[in-house]
């Protein structure tokens, strides 16, 4: 009959950051140098160690590696965000994994133009609005169509809206192809390259007002 060694494993792994301060200091250096390398930061690599921090940055520099700034960090964790998100991984995913918080994570993604932001949302909207509403259909079905709650909302988005939805809806009554528009400006496209992908004069875009 083989012994059960289950819990002397697991009594093992609870013990092991405090018997690092038995490991002789080259393992130690080089565990810590291979935790950096990895990304984490010093006051993670302390905290899972059970280290001092300045203990940490001392043998990351006795060992000569080139510390992060704060910039290089958030860039570091930026491109960890970019990669998961690329990967599949929703934002409350990505921020949970990465010990971020959901804002940190959205804001990133839209800095780096993998999702728009509220504002940018909202004038997509305004823009599908308008062209639904300059075809006919009523708010009640605008509100669906848009992923709203209710018509309330639907008034709310308009009334709270920078963009001057009259003056649009009446100059845009012969363009089908008003979202589309919008989508390629938020996308970066030029005004110049727009017009000649729509067939349209650049004045008449500067006067919708939502460029």
Not at 27 to 44: K, P, Q
Not at 106 to 111: A, F, N, W
Not at 170 to 183: A, F, G, N, Y
Request: charge should be neutral.
């Amino acid at each position: 009959m083989e012994p059960n060694n289950q819990g002397d494993e697991a009594l093992l792994e609870e013990n092991i950051p405090v018997m690092l301060e038995n490991v002789p200091l080259n393992e130690r250096d080089a565990l810590i140098v291979e935790m950096y390398e990895d990304g984490l930061s010093t006051y993670e690599i302390a905290i899972e160690l059970e280290l001092n921090r300045h203990t940490v940055s001392r043998v990351l520099k006795e060992n000569k590696i080139e510390t992060r700034t704060i910039a290089d960090y958030h860039k570091f964790k930026h491109e960890d965000i970019e990669d998961l998100f690329n990967r599949g991984k929703s934002k409350h995913e990505i921020a949970k994994e990465l010990g971020l918080t959901y804002y940190t994570v959205r804001k990133v993604l839209e800095d780096r133009g993998f999702i728009r932001n509220r504002k940018d949302k909202e004038t997509l909207r305004i823009a599908n609005y308008v062209q639904m509403k300059n075809r006919g259909y009523d708010n009640e079905a605008i509100s669906i169509y848009l992923g709203l709650n209710d018509v309330k909302q639907l008034n709310k988005l308009i009334r709270n809206s920078t963009v001057n939805v009259t003056a649009v809806r009446q100059k845009t009554k012969k363009i089908e192809s008003l979202p589309d528009i919008v989508r390629d400006r938020l996308e970066g496209k030029t005004i110049h390259d727009i017009s000649m992908k729509y067939n349209l004069y650049i004045y008449l875009l500067k006067f919708y007002y939502l460029f």
